[in-house]
């Protein structure tokens, strides 16, 4: 999860089109720039402490959310994304 607290407009908003190309859920500031970018993004009033916790706590209980990260995050997929890097980094892993 990506959050973006922002006071002021966000013209490019590059932090959330970066989230939202890797599937990372965006719970962002409703300022000039992030509607804009459209795609999913809760919007919060800015300022708004407990309606940024209360998006942030219905992110974290979502099971489709817990089920991603789970899947995401498992000893498999951590070392098979570790040695991709390795691999764009320093050519070809010996195997």
Not at 43 to 57: D, N, Q, S, T
Not at 61 to 75: G, L, P
């Amino acid at each position: 999860m990506v959050v973006v607290p922002s006071i002021w407009p966000e013209y490019l908003g590059r932090t959330v089109l970066e989230a939202q190309y890797v599937g990372t859920p965006v719970i962002a500031s409703n300022v000039r720039g992030i509607p804009e970018l459209g795609g999913d993004i809760f919007l919060v009033e800015p300022g708004g402490r407990e309606m940024l916790k209360a998006e942030i706590l219905k992110v974290l209980s979502s099971e489709d959310r817990k089920s991603k990260i789970n899947e995401a995050f498992t000893e498999e997929s951590v070392c098979r994304q570790a040695k991709e890097i390795y691999n764009s980094v320093y050519g070809h892993a010996s195997r």
